[in-house]
Each structure stands twice: as C-alpha cells, then as structure tokens.
C-alpha cells in the first residue's frame, strides 16, 4: 500500500522498508533495499504468473503503459518517449544504434564511469574510427571539465548525472546545453540519482536518458527506463519483436505481419517486457516515490550526505568538492593502513557501504537517519 504524503517535510521512512533494526543500509547505490509494497506487488506478481488463466490480452499492455506513464511524471516527459529495457547496456546500446558518429569524432565521457556506458561507445568508436575522449577526474568541479572537453568535433557526451565513485553531481543543464552548441547529443545514465534527484527532461534536454529500477528507484532488478528525444524516437531498435507493432493487441491477427511500430520510444520496448512480477514491483516503488516526490526525497537526502562529508572533514579524509557533492551519496577517502578486508568488516558490525578504487562510497536514502552516519565513522574509526 502506497502512503500518502503532503508537501510537508519528509520523515525517515525506514518502517515502509524490509530492513531489520541492527542493518545500518548506506548502500543503495549498489541495490535498494525494497519497500514492503513493491514486495508484495513481486509476490502477487509471482501468483497471477502461476495462474496463466487470469492473465487477460490486457495484462500485456496495460501495466506497461502503467509504468511508463508514472516514469515520464516523475521526469518531467511525455509518456510517449518512455520505453522499458532490461538494462542500462540495453538503452545505450540503443543510443549507439541511433546516433551518427562518423571518423575523426570525439565520444565524451569521464574517468571511472561505470562499464555499461563505456563499452559500448568503445566499441563504436572502434567501428566507426572515432575516437573515446575521457575527462580525467578533477581537483575542483566536474562540470567546467567536461564542458572543455566538447569541441567542434564532438557527436556524442555521454555521462551519468551524478559520478559512480565519487557522488560529485555534474550540472547537466549548462553541459547539455554546451553538447548542442556543436551539434553534438547528451546521452545521460541517470541510475545513481534518478529517484532521488530531480530530473527535467525540459530543462535538460537529454536525447537519450536511461537509469535502471533497483537502486534509487527502490524497484525490481531486471527492468530500467529509457527516454528518448522525439528527433530519435523513428529509429531502430534493437529487437524486432511483435509487442511493439501497431496490432499486438489483437492476439487472432499477429500473423497479419505488421511493419509499422506503435507511436513513440515504445519501438525500444524490449521482448518480453510484459513480466507480470516486475512490472507489478515497478509500478509500486513508482508510486510510492511520485507520492513522496522527487523534490522532498532530495531535501532529506541532501542533510545526511552534509553530515558525512562533515565527519569525513573531522577526520581529515577526501571527498568531492562541497558545491558539487551530490544529495544522493558521497565517496571518502579511507584512512591510511585502512585494511583491504575493511567492507566485510564494516558489514559483520551491521554497517554496509560500497568500497571502490580506495573510497568508500556511502549512498543515502529515505529509510537512513543520522544516528546511521555516526554509527558508520564510529565503527570506521575503531576499525582503522
């Protein structure tokens, strides 16, 4: 059951969660725990699955187009440039198919970006002798770094909205808006923010987004979302499937081989994508976070992310940048002669963050407190 909230300030929510009392969860950058209602949509899911009789022509579509519609509300989109993928892979790859990279061009994106939105411009780059330029991670902020590197050759700037490693924010508003003064697309991996993070597909103006459902999304694993731009959405897809013709709807006559796609993104749906379990735990979470909305998520996410880089100051580790430190999570430095065994000690104390490249990235959400982040440097100071 979804709970409903006014626009007052947003409480911890940890009771909505399945998480048990002694588990300090900083970790939803690496996969949220779920609500108890999207679990109990997966399960009803599972249910209906067993019993194929009750599943109707409708089940197909209906829940598809659910989903679609809730994520285009929480973006700021039409529903019709909404399409549902397996994986953020999947909705780059799609970028890849569609946009023109031609020899001699540059692909932009930044050092320590997570894998599934580097091989596939690497390996476009390689067919079509274009060249990966990597904005190396800087001293002060990110968004003046990459916005030096898009230049006159520049078809493609692919980047994430906040950094994997560090939760530096980039300011994808005035970078998107340097990609279109040479003619050149954002293509943007919003998974380590969306949900948590406001995102305006009008302000931005992104012509390919994509961000997977499990982590800051609080959804099911299996299942990301993509936008596309209405200048991409006659493109091709990566799969020529018979859910996205324009009479799969009526079961009697797909033999009746139809070439003409329904309208919008929805010729990127993937195969298969009418999965009565994730689509019934994707419309839950989605409901739930267009209940709390996006705006209220950030305002208490932002406080507790302050709270670690201030303990972090305390004791005199790294972090990004205050002004560009992102309400979604943070990566810290760990003290030195810091152990490599230290996340499987920090989680037999209960306590769960991510460790990458030699920081700790510790990623907040609704269901953290402050007593959590205190418990973490506690416990971190004992151990180091």
Request: aromatic share 8%.
């Amino acid at each position: 059951m979804t709970m409903e909230i006014t626009d007052t300030k947003l409480e911890c929510q940890r009771g909505l969660f399945n998480l048990p009392d002694d588990i300090c969860w900083l970790n939803s950058a690496y996969m949220s725990p779920l609500l108890h209602s999207v679990r109990e949509a997966g399960l009803e899911g599972v249910e209906l699955r067993g019993r194929p009789w009750n599943i109707s022509a409708d089940d197909f579509f209906e829940p598809a187009e659910q989903v679609r519609s809730l994520v285009a509300g929480l973006i700021y989109a039409d529903a019709d440039g909404v399409a549902l993928v397996p994986s953020v892979s999947y909705g780059i790859g799609i970028a890849t198919a569609n946009l023109p990279v031609t020899a001699g061009q540059n692909i932009v994106v930044v050092e320590e970006q997570f894998p599934s939105n580097i091989y596939p411009w690497r390996e476009l780059a390689n067919e079509r002798n274009a060249i990966v330029r990597t904005v190396s991670i800087p001293e002060g902020g990110w968004t003046e770094s990459i916005i030096n590197h898009i230049d006159k050759d520049t078809s493609v700037v692919s980047i994430p909205h906040v950094h994997w490693t560090t939760g530096a924010e980039f300011d994808l508003v005035r970078i998107g808006a340097q990609a279109r003064s040479v003619g050149a697309a954002l293509v943007v991996d919003a998974t380590q923010s969306l949900g948590i993070l406001t995102f305006d597909v009008e302000k931005i103006q992104p012509d390919f987004l994509v961000a997977a459902a499990y982590k800051c999304m609080l959804g099911p694993y299996g299942l990301s979302y993509l936008y596309v731009a209405p200048r991409w959405r006659k493109g091709k897809p990566l799969e020529e499937g018979w859910l996205n013709r324009t009479n799969a709807a009526d079961f009697s006559q797909l033999t009746e081989y139809c070439d003409d796609y329904l309208p919008g993104a929805r010729r990127y749906d993937f195969g298969e994508r009418s999965n009565t379990i994730l689509l019934a735990m994707a419309i839950a979470s989605l409901e739930q976070i267009t209940a709390w909305k996006t705006e209220r998520i950030e305002q208490y996410t932002r406080p507790l992310v302050q709270r670690i880089v201030a303990k972090a100051d305390e004791m005199e580790l790294w972090h990004p940048p205050v002004e560009s430190c992102s309400p979604c999570m943070v990566g810290i430095s760990l003290p030195g002669g810091s152990p490599n065994t230290l996340g499987k000690q920090l989680a037999a104390n209960g306590i769960y963050v991510s460790v990458r490249k030699g920081n700790a990235r510790i990623a907040t959400h609704v269901y953290n407190t402050e007593d959590e982040i205190d418990r973490f440097f506690d416990v971190l100071r004992d151990l180091t």
